[in-house]
């Protein structure tokens, strides 16, 4: 059994803990992962680590000793005694008792990189699955001054995450995050690798954004609602989708786009590159 297998275990006797499933608490209990998340993360001590949901506190630990501070945000109030008691001596440690989610992410970093020595922030994270998308696409579209995104998801979410837009896997999120970021898939996770065991395989992944958007585009609000809505019905084409849709334009201007594009009119939304969505949405 590994090092932070017996620790894990310890701590959850020690604090009289189980598991909340609700909250997505999957413990991590292989030493390898941790040292491949932390390796794959480069921390430097100019960086500030923000790590979402911390739980017991495993990748926390290795984090400090790394980074040149950690924030850490953790909704479960029973881990936030257990962090303040396991980590009171490290001076770069602070925690956040609050849904990642309603954090404001923008001012937190704009604070610190006032006050400390901070050159770079990054995420690390073992996230809670049951909001992986909304969290992801909280910390692309939220512009943070980031500079990478490590984490732990599912493998099926993983996929479609680091697929290249157009491809097999992908999904409307697969555009947005190529729009954003550069993405790459770091090691596949057996269920056993945590207390308890999820359901699904997990994947370790890396978004490293990019210093702008990696096409230009004439207006971003339409450019997403049109792909989250060509992919909300992904098996019609592209025209169908549109017409059962509430996104605002007719089939004949939307065929006649599309011939002027030379792409065919029977095309599905799903095989349009980024650019060819872009071309689009300039001519609409
Ligand atoms: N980092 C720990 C590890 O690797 O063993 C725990 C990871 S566990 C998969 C996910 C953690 O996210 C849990 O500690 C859970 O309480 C926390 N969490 C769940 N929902 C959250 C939310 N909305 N905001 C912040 N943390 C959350």
Do not use: W
């Not at 959850?12 to 189980?18: A, S």
């Not at 002027?260 to 799903?270: A, C, F, K, P, S």
């Amino acid at each position: 059994m590994s090092k932070i297998y017996e620790e894990t275990k310890f701590l959850m006797k020690k604090y009289g803990i189980t598991a909340n499933k609700k909250l997505g608490q999957n413990f991590l209990i292989e030493d390898n992962v941790i040292e491949k998340i932390v390796e794959s993360s480069s921390l430097t001590s100019e960086d500030l680590v923000i790590e979402i949901g911390p739980g017991l506190g495993t990748l926390t630990k290795e984090l400090l000793e790394k980074a040149g501070k950690v924030i850490c945000i953790e909704l479960d109030n029973r881990m936030i005694s257990i962090l303040k008691d396991r980590f009171f001596m490290y001076k770069n440690f602070e925690i956040i008792n609050e849904d990642v989610l309603k954090v404001d992410l923008n001012k937190l970093i704009r604070e610190n990189k006032e006050k400390d020595q901070i050159k770079n922030v990054k995420i690390v994270a073992n996230l809670p699955y049951y909001i992986t998308t909304p969290i992801i696409m909280k910390l692309l579209e939220e512009r943070l001054d980031i500079e990478s995104i490590t984490v732990m998801i599912q493998k099926e979410v993983a996929d479609r995450l680091t697929e290249l837009p157009g491809g097999k896997s992908g999904g409307a999120i697969t555009y947005t995050v190529y729009y954003y970021a550069e993405a790459e898939e770091l090691l596949t996770v057996p269920n056993n690798s945590f207390i308890p065991e999820p359901e699904v395989e997990s994947e370790v992944i890396k978004l490293t954004l990019r210093k702008k958007p990696v096409i230009e585009v004439t207006d971003e609000k339409k450019f997403f609602e049109l792909i989250k809505v060509s992919f909300m019905q992904r098996r019609k084409t592209l025209l169908n989708a549109l017409s059962n849709s509430t996104f605002n334009i007719s089939k004949e201007k939307m065929e006649q786009v599309l011939k002027d594009l030379n792409i065919d009119t029977r095309v599905r939304g799903e095989a349009l590159s980024i650019e060819q969505y872009a071309e689009i949405v300039k001519r609409i």
